[in-house]
């Protein structure tokens, strides 16, 4: 051992200047156990810079896949919100109540009419008008004075004649009576 690091305390200076030198000259050969330890340092610091840059594309490579896969499952499983469904099914049973008043036969107006009046029901209900049946709710209605309801009413009182056998209900009447449910509609509805 050289006496020189250790005088009194460990010389600090003489110890970085040695150090310096090693490393400067290149010369490993200080003794065998170090040269060992050396290499497999290397080889560690090699090896975890390749594990870590495979990783990494693994990692990239995988949140790619998962994204095509999120992107694919939102598509699949897209829901509607209700509004959105409520206006679909709306419009689907306003042009299922038209085709039934193009029909040439009289009981497809009448069913169109009686359609017309669940609907016009359903539009009570979501403004809010009183009542257990739709005579009531349309009194409420009424009273309410909500807007195009007169012609709810003249709609209704033709729908509540429908139930009379005797009652015939030519295709002239059928249209008046539709537009003036469709006024209703247009009105509260999406249609």
């Known amino acids: 051992m050289n006496d020189e690091l250790f005088t009194q305390s460990l010389n600090?200076?003489?110890?970085?200047?040695?150090?310096?030198k090693y490393v400067s000259a290149g010369d490993f050969s200080l003794s065998l156990p170090f040269t060992i330890l050396y290499a497999l340092w290397y080889v560690f610091m090699v090896l975890s810079i390749v594990a870590s840059i495979i990783f990494i594309i693994l990692y990239v490579k995988n949140m790619m896949a998962y994204a095509l896969i999120e992107k694919e499952m939102?598509?699949?499983?897209?829901?509607?919100s209700?509004?959105?469904?409520?206006?679909?099914?709306?419009k689907n049973?306003?042009?299922?109540?038209?085709?039934?008043?193009?029909s040439v036969k009289?009981?497809?107006?009448?069913?169109?009419?009686?359609?017309?009046?669940?609907?016009?029901d359903e539009i009570l209900v979501e403004q809010a008008c009183m009542g257990k049946t739709l005579?009531?709710?349309?009194?409420?209605?009424?009273?309410?004075?909500?807007e195009s309801?007169?012609?709810?009413?003249?709609a209704h009182a033709v729908r509540k004649q429908l139930s009379d056998e005797?009652?015939?209900?030519?295709?002239?009447?059928?249209?008046?009576?539709?537009?003036?449910?469709?006024?209703?509609?247009?009105k509260y509805s999406s249609v």
Do not use: G, N
């Open 149 to 154: 309801i007169d012609e709810a009413v003249l």
């Open 166 to 186: 005797a009652f015939v209900l030519t295709d002239a009447l059928a249209l008046q009576t539709f537009k003036q449910y469709e006024k209703v509609f247009k």
């Open 135 to 146: 005579d009531e709710r349309l009194a409420s209605a009424v009273s309410k004075k909500v």
């Open 12 to 20: 600090i200076e003489y110890a970085l200047s040695e150090l310096v």
């Open 106 to 120: 009289p009981s497809d107006w009448r069913q169109a009419l009686i359609e017309c009046d669940i609907m016009l």
């Open 74 to 80: 939102r598509k699949r499983f897209e829901t509607k």
């Open 82 to 90: 209700f509004k959105e469904l409520d206006t679909q099914s709306d």
């Open 93 to 102: 049973r306003y042009l299922h109540v038209v085709s039934l008043l193009e």
